[in-house]
């Protein structure tokens, strides 16, 4: 998860916004979950833009339970 949570601040601090694809999975683990809060901080922070994209509806719903729906793509 560190390394993870690495590369992405390392691309946060680029200066481009931040898009994350989550076509792919159905589900997002915990871990993935506290992924995206922590980039979204760090985005934050650092005045860049940040969003999730592609997000399947079942996995929407877990980041809206989380706070993080305002950072999904419609």
Do not use: M, N
Request: charged fraction near 15%; charge should be neutral; glycine fraction near 6%.
């Amino acid at each position: 998860i560190s390394v993870t949570l690495a590369t992405a601040r390392a691309a946060s601090a680029s200066g481009h916004g931040v898009v994350v694809d989550c076509r792919a999975p159905d589900f997002l683990p915990t871990a993935a979950v506290q992924i995206l809060a922590a980039l979204q901080r760090t985005c934050r922070e650092r005045g860049v833009s940040f969003a999730v994209d592609g997000v399947q509806e079942s996995a929407a719903a877990y980041l809206r339970l989380a706070g993080l729906d305002a950072v999904l793509c419609s």
